[in-house]
Nanobody
Framework: QVQLVESGGGLVQAGGSLRLSCAVS????????MGWYRQAPGKQRELVASITSGDRTTYADSMKGRFTISRDNAKNTVDLQMDSLKPEDTAVYFCYTEVQYHSRSIRYAWWGQGTQVTVSS
């Protein structure tokens, strides 16, 4: 069993900043991709940013230059620093990870429970 515990969501005014954190725990051999997705009401879940075990990052176009993803492999955590927030960033943000249970296992995807981010205009 793998657990993802998210923190850091909340309400912020447009132009403000928030930092999301996600801690991954469980009987894991390795953690590969870690990332954040978001889902706004009535919309599909979309990628915000991801980071590989080698620190290669990917960002959705609308987040480039405003959001920064980072990870701490020793602590099995992934953070998302969100700056210059806009009302359209309002959504539930989900932590995501792909793990292996042993060296020869396939990757298994796990999701956090989601944390609400609300940006007021």
């Amino acid at each position: 069993q793998v657990q993802l515990v998210e923190s850091g969501g909340g309400l912020v005014q447009a132009g403000g900043s928030l930092r999301l954190s996600c801690a991954v725990s469980g009987s894991i051999f390795s953690i590969n991709v870690m990332g954040w997705y978001r889902q706004a009401p009535g919309k599909q879940r979309e990628l915000v940013a991801s980071i590989t075990s080698g620190d290669r990052t990917t960002y959705a176009d609308s987040m480039k230059g405003r959001f920064t993803i980072s990870r701490d492999n020793a602590k099995n955590t992934v953070d998302l620093q969100m700056d210059s927030l806009k009302p359209e960033d309002t959504a539930v943000y989900f932590c995501y990870t792909e793990v292996q249970y042993h060296s020869r296992s396939i990757r298994y995807a796990w999701w956090g429970q989601g944390t609400q981010v609300t940006v007021s205009s």
